[in-house]
């Protein structure tokens, strides 16, 4: 396999174009670096020696270029991530949402987990609210990434052990069954998520959900992609719902409708109309 020393400026300039234009994800001469370990891995994997020929692949067939793109993405994730944030979900976000919706006749709580990458996050949010929801509410999750990889993890529920770091034990023990290798969801927490391919470049094919959390995803956009998909979740949300950010991401200075909510836990944003 020849190395990429062919990689020339202009091939970056025309894969980062190309990334851009089909996911919103930017690459910058920074980290230009990252793209070419992941391109080189995909043209290994395909016995394909040549740069330019494997652009014009991805330029023409639509199943190489989701393959490409999936080969691309950052994909880090873990359960419970950021704490801080669950408690605000539990202590904060529920009380208000069940308030705001307590004389709507069906008692259910929609969420959308966008860009979920293999799982943790949905997985999390299902086992705290299946704990902390109060009778008779329930709840149900749509879990959405453009990684078919990933989406194949969340929907099969196994992690290895050291990928199970940061669940309670109780938790652990209720919601998972304990295999050779690791750890799989059980049928019952499972069903409450339905993991699908989503683009959040696209409207979303969803709606009237209470809560979103798209958390570390808007830091591979630029401000135009941002302000995009934020106004794309404005519109698939209720008119008393609830969005969570990564704790390194903000929506300041984007022209969108939210408004900063700052919880004695973590900030997050509400679309609050009426
Ligand atoms: C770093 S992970 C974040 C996972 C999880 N939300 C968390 O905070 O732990 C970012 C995910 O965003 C997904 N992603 C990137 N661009 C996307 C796009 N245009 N549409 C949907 N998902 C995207 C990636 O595939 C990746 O799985």
């Known amino acids: 396999m020849a190395d990429l020393d062919f990689f020339s400026d202009t091939d970056f300039e025309n894969y980062k174009r190309l990334i851009y234009k089909e996911s919103g994800i930017v690459f910058t001469p920074g980290n230009r670096s990252v793209l070419e370990g992941r391109l080189r891995e995909r043209l290994r994997q395909n016995k394909e020696q040549s740069v330019s020929n494997y652009f014009k692949q991805i330029s023409q067939n639509k199943q190489e270029l989701d393959a490409f793109l999936d080969a691309i993405t950052t994909n880090l994730t873990s359960f419970f991530r950021n704490i801080p944030h669950f408690t605000a979900l539990e202590k904060f976000v529920i009380p208000e949402i069940i308030n705001a919706k307590r004389d709507k006749v069906e008692k259910k709580i929609r969420i959308w987990s966008a860009g979920c990458s293999t799982g943790e996050e949905p997985y999390t949010i299902a086992m705290l609210l299946s704990e902390k929801l109060p009778m008779p509410w329930t709840f149900d999750i749509v879990a959405s990434d453009i990684s078919l990889k990933c989406l194949m993890t969340g929907k099969e529920g196994f992690y290895a052990a050291d990928r199970i770091v940061g669940i309670p034990d109780a938790y652990l023990e209720k919601y998972f069954d304990k295999h050779e290798k690791g750890f799989k969801a059980k ?36 401000e135009a992609v941002q302000t995009q998909v934020t106004n794309h979740f404005w519109d698939c949300m209720t008119n008393k719902s609830f969005l969570f950010i990564g704790h390194a991401e903000s929506l300041f200075g984007l022209n969108t409708k939210f408004d900063l909510v700052k919880t004695q836990w973590t900030t997050l944003y509400k679309k609050w109309v009426s």
């Open 187 to 222: 049928d019952f927490i499972k069903s409450k998520i339905r993991f699908d391919y989503h683009n959040l470049l696209n409207i979303s094919p969803w709606l009237n959900f209470d809560i979103v959390f798209c958390r570390n995803v808007l830091i591979y956009f630029d």
